[in-house]
């Protein structure tokens, strides 16, 4: 039985230390041991099984592009990487007998409900929407049927973490103290924040794909000027009323379809994941303060420039508005350290080989 297993990028990682006092898996072809085939055909070279199932090459491969996309530029992490993605895919596999055992199961409409989630909380249009994005992130053209089959794995490693720590291992868990939560607080205050938003209008003016050099130096110029005489206004409410009078009156208007002085060049609001998924040219306004106006951003057929018309979020949190965030998050670790050494004990009675 073939299966693409894949954790979601957002959960990736969150039990690597697993395995660390686990059995020692067999690796086939050191003489140690002979690999039995599964039932089943098989189109590429089968890496590891966990008794009668198995993960080939190209499943490791692909999870490998979507888990490395997470670590960004932690060499602790990217120095064992392998390794930790190895122990990653051996625990699915393990879970997905522990699941069957105790009948959890995830549905299509778990998978369908778990994708509106996360689409709302991002602010995405829809699952196609949330498909480039994550295609963007990883640098990969994902389908839609392989988001929802990683979406899969991670909803049954959520049920099952959520079973095995408030069901089998409740009396395990200790409520965090005042002063613990005081002193997480204190250590890690510059990541209370709240949420940071930009709302944002653009300038475009189109160059002609059989414009030539002079023609787009003139577009350049344009542009150009239309920014300095803006930022020579001290006052913002001014500054952004003259912003979308410019946009009224040089923004390249094509017909209705191709329309940029449509509300006033007016995007919408961002918090910086959106931004990036839909305008990942405009990724550098969102450092900007609310009035700021962005240098001339250049694509090949425009060129723009981008207003900051408001901003919101990014305050330190106090202590009591942060505290159920705080008290969430030490339950979440307390929690993730019983889940490592329960499935470092449940491990132990597979039979886990290694064909490398």
């Known amino acids: 039985m ?3 297993l894949m954790l979601s990028f957002l959960a990736f990682f969150l039990f690597s230390a697993c395995s660390k006092e686990a059995v020692k898996p067999k690796y086939i072809g050191d003489g140690s041991d002979k690999a039995t085939a599964p039932k089943g055909k098989v189109y590429d070279k089968i ?3 966990v ?3 198995i993960v080939t090459q190209k499943d490791f491969e692909l999870f490998k592009i979507f888990s490395k996309a997470t670590l960004g530029n932690n060499p602790e992490a990217l120095a064992n990487f392998d390794e930790l993605a190895l122990k990653q895919m051996i625990s699915m596999l393990v879970l997905e007998y522990f699941a069957e055992e105790n009948k959890l199961e995830v549905g299509e409409k778990d998978i369908t409900r778990k994708i509106f989630e996360i689409t709302e909380r991002m602010k995405l249009a829809g699952e196609e929407d949330f498909r480039r994005y994550i295609s963007e992130q990883i640098k990969y053209d994902i389908s839609l049927q392989d988001i929802r089959n990683f979406l899969k794995n991670q909803i049954l490693l959520e049920k099952v973490q959520e079973f095995v720590v408030l069901y089998e291992k409740r009396s395990e868990l200790v409520r965090p103290t005042e002063e ?6 204190e250590q890690n205050k510059k990541y209370f924040t709240a949420p940071g938003e930009v709302s944002l209008a653009h300038l475009v003016i189109l160059v002609d794909s059989k414009a030539g050099l002079k023609e ?3 577009v350049e110029k344009k542009i150009e000027s239309i920014r300095e005489d803006l930022l020579k206004m001290k006052d913002i409410v001014q500054r952004t009323k003259a912003f979308y009078e410019a946009v009224e009156k040089e923004a390249t208007k094509v017909n209705e379809a191709i329309n940029f002085k449509k509300n006033k060049g007016e995007l919408g609001s961002f918090d910086y994941q959106k931004l990036a998924s839909l305008f990942p040219r405009y ?6 303060n ?3 106006i962005s240098p001339m951003v250049v694509n090949e057929d425009a060129r723009s420039i981008v207003m900051v018309t408001d901003k919101k979020g990014g305050e330190t949190l106090s202590f009591e508005e942060a ?7 030490l339950l979440m670790k307390q929690g993730g350290e019983i889940f490592e050494k329960w499935i470092n004990d449940y491990s132990k009675q597979f039979s886990i080989e290694i064909n490398q």
């Open 2 to 4: 073939k299966k693409i």
């Open 47 to 49: 890496l590891i099984k």
């Open 51 to 53: 008794n009668d199932k």
């Open 180 to 185: 613990q939560l005081k002193s997480a607080y």
């Open 216 to 218: 787009t130096i003139g």
């Open 283 to 288: 990724t550098s306004v969102y450092a900007l």
């Open 290 to 292: 609310k009035g700021d």
């Open 323 to 329: 505290k159920p965030r705080i008290e969430q998050a």
